[in-house]
Structures are given as C-alpha cells and as structure tokens.
C-alpha cells in the first residue's frame, strides 16, 4: 500500500512541476493595434479588447503584458493558444482622470518579433459641477 501510495504522490509532483515547451518561432495577429474609446463619460466603465490570432505552426504564448500606466488593467488569454485558433487580451481604463489619453500596452510573447506594442486613446470628460 506504502508503495501505490508513494507512486500516486510522485506522479502527481511531476505533473504539477511539468511546464509546457514552446520554441521561440511564434507568429502572432491582431484585428488591430489601435483602439479609440473616442471620448468617455468620467467614471464609467471603459473596457476594449484586442483579437490575437496564432496564424503560425506552432504554440503561441502570451508570457506577460506590460502597460505604460498603473491606469491600465490587462487581462489575456494565459493558456497556449494552438495554430489557426485566437484568444484574446482585454484592457480595462481607469475613467476617474479626466482629460486625453494615449496609453502603450507592450505585449511579450514566444516569437522573434516579441514585443510588439498595443494602443489605446480616447478622453475622459471632466465632471459635471453640480
């Protein structure tokens, strides 16, 4: 019984340490590079999300996103994305300074062209004074 059980919780160890292999030849697309929020009512909601598609043979990873602003929030597709399949990489703005903006996302992923840079522009209207 010792010995099942030693087994079970060595299989387990090592398939929880496993890391997947990527090569570092990835191709990566995105339906843009620039997104325009246009202008934003102050304190609102303001969310867009960029397309990424893996036109490549083999397994495109998004390993981290970095943004030029505290203000802006990434959240991506963390699992391996498969040859001819996408995810995707949504930004949320924080609308509580008022005024234009221009904010670069800077994309690492397993490619030689990594990274590649993400906009997002727009102004957040000042508050109403009541």
Same mark, same amino acid.
């Given at each position: !019984? ?10 387990? +160890? ?19 590079? !620039? /997104? *325009? +929020?246009? #202008?934003?009512?102050?304190?609102? *909601?303001?969310?867009?999300? /960029?397309?990424?598609?893996?036109? @490549? ?12 602003? &505290? ?15 996408? &995810? ?5 703005? *924080? #609308?509580?300074?008022? @005024? ?10 397993? &490619? ?9 522009? &727009? ?8």
């Amino acid at each position: !019984m010792k010995h099942i059980l030693y087994t079970l919780c060595l299989f387990a +160890f090592i398939s929880c340490t496993t890391q997947v292999v990527t090569e570092k030849n990835a191709s990566i697309e995105f339906n843009n590079t !620039m /997104f *325009d +929020f246009k #202008t934003i009512p102050y304190k609102s *909601d303001a969310e867009c999300t /960029f397309e990424v598609k893996n036109p @490549g043979k083999t397994l495109l990873v998004i390993h981290n996103i970095k943004t030029s602003c &505290g203000c802006t929030k990434p959240k991506w597709t963390k699992k391996p994305i498969l040859p001819g399949k996408e &995810g995707s990489i949504t930004i949320k703005y *924080d #609308t509580n300074h008022p @005024g234009r903006f221009r904010r670069k996302i800077t994309v690492y992923y397993n &490619g030689p062209g990594s990274p590649v840079e993400l906009y997002i522009k &727009g102004a957040v209207s000042f508050p109403e004074k009541g």
